[in-house]
């Protein structure tokens, strides 16, 4: 297991799969290895929403989590996502992960909560309890939001952080700028910090200038070279070299990030399909692959140098 900074690059890789809809260890492990040889990167996080983990069995997601760690345990962490309704059994998988040598984990929201679950933050807090009673490993909780019914209030967050000491940062999905840069100010200003790790990748530029202390995001599968230096030129105070890159960076958020949003690791893939960085662009149902006017949409993309 390699030491963790929660901060920085973080690219969540992609899952390849055969036309029989089981995985490709082959494929997968070159992607995963080439992400890993990005210069720059903190950690990759596996079964995540990129890897389709919501389609995947927990026999599948420890086995993507093994070959994850031979293939680049190595060279930078490992983050693995932990996604489960049950507190018990997120529980079960937080032990597993650690056991088999994750360096963090990533905590999805319980889907039970979508019936309200933000108007008794206590029920999440306790499902963070029990994750943390099972590994003492970082963890980074996943904030979804508002129109989701999966989100965090700002004060249970708070609360959160005060009765789980482990979680360590969140990745910020909340879409809402005020409110995340609230989360940046005030959460990593605690005299224990709590970065905040954006995933507003469609508008990256601007929810790292407001000094999130990093990104973990699906496009990094696709374009992390870009990130790395979007980040580091921020962190300068390159604010011209930001804007140079973050030109670069537009015409692939705009592709990645259109409606609907469901579709936006299905066009990473076919991204990557179109370059021959992997063999095939196929996903598991419920996901259908792209239609044919969408995949030449993307065709302009695969010619340009990340």
Request: proline fraction near 5%.
């Amino acid at each position: 297991m390699r030491e963790l900074s929660t901060a920085g690059v973080i690219p969540a890789t992609l899952l390849c799969f055969n036309d029989d809809l089981s995985i490709a260890e082959v494929s997968s492990r070159k992607h995963l290895s080439e992400v890993a040889n990005v210069s720059g990167i903190s950690a990759i996080t596996v079964n995540g929403h990129a890897s389709e983990v919501g389609s995947c069995t927990f026999e599948e997601q420890a086995r993507i989590l093994d070959f994850s760690l031979a293939e680049a345990g190595d060279r930078v962490p490992i983050i693995s996502g932990v996604y489960a309704d049950g507190s018990l059994e997120a529980a079960k998988l937080a032990k597993a992960w650690d056991k088999a040598g994750a360096s963090a984990l990533l905590v999805f929201p319980s889907n039970i909560f979508g019936m309200g679950g933000f108007q008794r933050p206590e029920m999440a807090i306790e499902h963070f309890k029990c994750i943390a009673d099972a590994t003492d490993l970082p963890l980074i909780a996943f904030v979804y939001p508002v129109q989701s019914n999966l989100h965090f209030t700002f004060d249970g967050l708070i609360q959160l952080f005060d009765e789980v000491p482990t979680v360590k940062a969140i990745k910020d999905w909340c879409n809402d700028p005020k409110l995340h840069e609230r989360h940046i100010r005030e959460f990593q200003s605690r005299p224990h910090p709590v970065n905040v790790l954006t995933t507003h990748s469609s508008w990256l530029m601007s929810s790292l200038s407001l000094g999130a202390a990093g990104l973990l995001s699906g496009a990094g599968s696709v374009i992390a070279p870009l990130q790395v230096a979007l980040f580091e030129a921020i962190q300068r105070d390159d604010l011209a070299g930001a804007r140079e890159i973050n030109d670069k960076l537009y015409p692939f958020q705009q592709a990645f990030y259109a409606e609907p949003f469901l579709d936006m690791h299905n066009r990473m893939k076919q991204l990557l399909c179109l370059k021959g960085d992997i063999p095939n662009a196929v996903v598991r149902p419920p996901l259908i692959s792209l239609s044919g006017s969408e995949t030449n949409r993307l065709e302009w993309l695969s010619s340009i140098r990340i």
